[in-house]
């Protein structure tokens, strides 16, 4: 007896495993993040997924009647799950480039930003030209690790290091074996915000904006942008904004002005 309520309990497991399978795989849209990018995607205390960007893509799943299964995925990794079909959708505060859109598609912008340098308070680093003979951190493939390779000459910055996510560099930051980190600003703003040792020594503008990245033949592509038009219209991406970064964003901002599907 005691072996047949053990082999019960197994059979009970193996159909609860195979069930949670089942409904993963029956997600309609996967949608790849990199969790710990703060505050777009990140996982709270009781380990919730939540962020601007997971409020966002859910509300669109919700309008287009599609069931959404968030997969955690270095941001490095977003591109060539994209591409293969992995996900269907891509989100982690992603730039729109030109390089970008030769290969891949991207829904109207929701978010303006810029890179910034961050620092510890304590650095006698205010500008960027003080980054001479320095380490500077950076996120793998994004627009910052593009900056600083472009301009490791100019800056005569002494080495790149690379990370997969906002906060292990902030802590190699913190521990002094990086110098400095250049990432996107809205959230190096949001995670030093009550963290004295850390300051912003430099904003670089580069006039980025942000949206949902898929593979070029993505079937729901103009539905979502359509959503994503309903959604600016009904101020549903500007309260989003102010619930995240505590700010209202201007009328002017791809936040809240409805803007056409990037193309090159």
Do not use: C
């Not at 968030?70 to 990794?77: A, L, Q, V, Y």
């Not at 002094?176 to 250049?182: E, L, M, N, V, W």
């Not at 904003?203 to 898929?214: A, C, H």
């Amino acid at each position: 007896m005691k072996f047949k309520g053990l082999a019960a309990r197994l059979v009970l497991t193996m159909v609860a495993v195979a069930t949670t399978a089942g409904s993963a795989m029956a997600a309609d849209w996967v949608v790849g993040a990199n969790i710990g990018n703060v505050p777009w995607e990140f996982q709270d205390a009781s380990g919730k997924f939540v962020g601007f960007e997971i409020d966002l893509v859910n509300e669109v799943a919700k309008r287009a009647g599609k069931t959404v299964q968030i997969e955690n995925i270095p941001f490095n990794g977003l591109f060539p799950a994209v591409q293969s079909g992995r996900i269907q959708i891509a989100v982690s505060s992603i730039t729109i480039t030109p390089k970008r859109l030769e290969s891949l598609a991207f829904a109207q912008p929701y978010y303006d930003s810029d890179q910034s340098l961050s620092v510890l308070k304590t650095a006698k680093i205010d500008k960027l030209e003080d980054l001479s003979g320095k380490t500077v951190g950076v996120d793998t493939a994004s627009t910052g690790d593009i900056y600083a390779t472009e301009n490791t000459a100019k800056l005569k910055i002494a080495k790149i290091s690379r990370y997969e996510g906002l906060a292990p560099a902030m802590l190699d930051l913190a521990a002094g074996r990086i110098d400095g980190y250049i990432s996107d600003i809205p959230a190096v703003e949001y995670y030093i915000k009550d963290k004295p040792q850390y300051k912003i020594a430099a904003r670089i503008p580069t006039n980025e904006r942000y949206s949902f990245m898929f593979a070029k033949n993505f079937a729901e592509a103009a539905k979502i942008n359509d959503i994503l038009t309903t959604l600016k219209k009904e101020g549903f991406v500007a309260a989003t904004h102010k619930k995240w970064f505590g700010s209202t964003p201007p009328d002017s901002s791809s936040s809240v002005k409805v803007m056409d599907v990037p193309k090159l």
